[in-house]
């Protein structure tokens, strides 16, 4: 089965880090842009940051930018987001997926989505 599988979420406190993990089974993700995703309460989900498959480009949503970091790890079939300085405005659930073109800020042009993992930023 192809599967995508978050984890690494939890409670932090504000300043704190978390570093995310999004594993894939049944497939390789070498060939995949890999966009992670959020979504709080009451409001759209938004794009968070993407990595690409050609030559590992990297981006970031303004929120985020200099605080967050996405890496791929092809060997280990995963992809990370590193997450430091919370706020408690990242409280949201994180999800991975998969574009099988190019990274993208829209939610439509990908295929594969893991299950989501909280992330709760409070004190």
């Known amino acids: 089965q192809v599967q995508l599988v978050e984890s690494g979420g939890g409670l932090v406190q504000p300043g704190g880090s978390l570093r995310l993990s999004c594993a894939a089974s049944?497939?390789?993700?070498?060939?995949?842009?890999i966009g992670w995703f959020r979504q709080a309460p009451g409001k759209e989900r938004e794009g968070v940051s993407c990595?690409?498959?050609?030559?590992?480009?990297?981006y970031y949503a303004d929120s985020v930018k200099g605080r967050f970091t996405i890496s791929r790890d092809n060997a280990k079939n995963t992809v990370y987001l590193q997450m430091n300085s919370l706020k408690p405005e990242d409280t949201a659930v994180y999800y991975c997926?998969?574009?099988?073109?190019?990274?993208?800020?829209?939610?439509?042009?990908?295929?594969?989505w893991g299950q989501g993992t909280q992330v709760t930023v409070s004190s």
């Open positions: 990595i690409s498959s050609s030559d590992g480009s990297t």
């Open positions: 997926a998969t574009n099988p073109v190019k990274c993208s800020w829209y939610a439509a042009g990908y295929d594969y």
């Open positions: 049944g497939f390789t993700l070498d060939y995949y842009a």
